[in-house]
């Protein structure tokens, strides 16, 4: 099916407003939106990565935090190993460059991923839930235990990464390397997502019995796509470890892999752009009730209620409807 020329307009006019965004907010006299964009882009990155495969391989993960909180405090070791001279087990050393803790947050991100879901997809439905549930807080009250790393204080990441002559605690500077990333990676999904393994995964997701009799295995799809999701999830938290410049394990609390489900439910489960557009009314709904109520999870429940019952599909089918009745 061929993409309508409006659709490439209509992002070719998003990206040019994304890339406008810093010097729009400095001209309303709000340059701290440029730090909420950001936000909205790294946990866009994480929900994206959930939504991979909760929306398009039927799998209802409840402990992705837990990969969010690896990617984080990957880069968060390495900066003191590297702060302090002193080698990680006696033998790596430390870094703080961007492009040395990222690909390695990742990378272990989608091990303890491979590690995690080879045992997790051995199960399904609430087995499955429970299970991911289980590790992610065996990896939190593990890292609640590490005194060397801060323990239940967490750990501060003095300065950022480095990433050749940028400035990354300048806020337009680390916008746009989370945009650029965001892109990129909203790109590779796309590719996944209309490629065979993609076409394969949803047909798992629609039912498994007739993909075994084409012959497919359904457990080596879906543990290759729950790998996939996990690194995603590693990137977003070595971003937001360099952005934040601070980590802890509440990063990998089940309440986190809860608001990274809420962020999937609110854009729209089974989507692209869904996850980034849920982060972003997460994030506003979060400071606008916040600043009303202490108690702001409960308007947020309201509001999570009536989008179930009453967009079919989240925001992101909401605005097409709204959108195409325009036109």
């Not at 990680?88 to 303890?112: D, E, I, R, Y």
């Not at 051995?122 to 992610?136: C, W």
């Not at 239940?152 to 002559?165: F, P, T």
């Not at 989008?307 to 992101?316: A, D, E, I, W």
């Amino acid at each position: 099916m061929r993409t309508p020329i409006t659709t490439y307009l209509s992002l070719a006019v998003l990206l040019v407003l994304l890339v406008a965004l810093p010097t729009l907010a400095d001209l309303a006299n709000y340059p701290a939106f440029t730090s909420v964009a950001t936000r909205v882009l790294i946990y866009g990155i994480a929900a994206a990565s959930l939504n991979f495969v909760l929306g398009f391989g039927g799998m209802v993960s409840f402990g992705h935090a837990a990969f969010f909180g690896i990617g984080g405090y990957v880069v968060g070791i390495l900066y003191q190993h590297y702060s302090l001279g002193e080698p990680l087990f006696g033998v790596f050393p430390g870094s703080n460059q961007l492009l040395v803790t990222v690909p390695l947050a990742v990378l272990v991100s989608g091990a303890m991923a491979a590690l995690i879901g080879a045992l997790s997809l051995r199960t399904g439905g609430v087995q499955f839930i429970m299970i991911t549930l289980a590790f992610a807080q065996m990896l939190f009250f593990l890292f609640v235990s590490l005194k060397t790393y801060g323990g239940d204080d967490g750990l501060i990441i003095r300065r950022a990464n480095e990433l050749g002559g940028l400035n990354l605690r300048d806020r337009p500077t680390m916008y746009y390397l989370c945009l650029t990333i965001a892109v990129s990676f909203l790109f590779l999904l796309w590719r996944i997502v209309n490629s065979r393994f993609g076409n394969v995964l949803i047909g798992l997701r629609q039912s498994e019995r007739r993909m075994a009799a084409l012959g497919l295995s359904a457990y080596r799809y879906k543990l290759a796509a729950f790998v996939i999701s996990g690194m995603g999830c590693g990137l977003a938290g070595a971003l937001m470890a360099n952005f934040m410049r601070y980590v802890s394990p509440d990063m990998m609390h089940w309440t986190k892999s809860g608001e990274l489900m809420v962020m999937v439910i609110l854009g729209g489960v089974g989507t692209l752009f869904g996850p980034f557009i849920g982060a972003g009314a997460f994030i506003m709904l979060e400071s606008l009730l916040a600043a009303w109520t202490e108690n702001w999870q409960l308007g947020l429940g309201f509001i999570l209620l009536l989008l179930v019952l009453y967009t079919n599909g989240g925001l992101q089918a909401l605005f097409s409807r709204l959108f195409r009745r325009d036109a």
